[in-house]
């Protein structure tokens, strides 16, 4: 079982940063993909971003260039930066851990994002 917990959210005006945090209660050393999804009010959860164990990332259209993951192994923690927000980049924004086996597939509570115009 893992359990992911984040941090970081908060209420920013558009053009402002912020840097979310995933803390997770085993190593990442060896998880496939690690990323991180959000869910604006009324929507379906989207895919945000995603890094793999190699370090391989991979962004949605609407955050590249704008948003940047990485993963600190020794902390057992991923990093979401935010730059450059915008009032649509408001909702949960949601850690998950994904191995090959698609039984290996947790979620954390998820953290709230609100970007004012």
């Known amino acids: 079982q893992v359990q992911l917990v984040e941090s970081g959210g908060g209420l920013v005006q558009a053009g402002g940063s912020l840097r979310l945090s995933c803390a997770a209660s085993?190593?990442?050393?060896?998880?496939?993909?690690m990323g991180w999804y959000r869910q604006a009010p009324g929507k379906q959860r989207e895919f945000v971003a995603t890094i793999t164990k190699g370090g391989n990332t991979n962004y949605a259209d609407s955050v590249k260039g704008r948003f940047t993951i990485s993963r600190d192994n020794a902390n057992n923690t991923v990093y979401l930066q935010m730059n450059s927000l915008k009032p649509e980049d408001t909702a949960v924004y949601y850690c998950?851990?994904?191995?090959?086996?698609?039984?290996?597939?947790?979620w954390g509570q998820g953290t709230q994002v609100t970007v004012s115009s």
């Open positions: 085993v190593s990442i050393f060896s998880i496939t993909y």
């Open positions: 998950n851990a994904r191995g090959l086996n698609p039984t290996y597939n947790y």
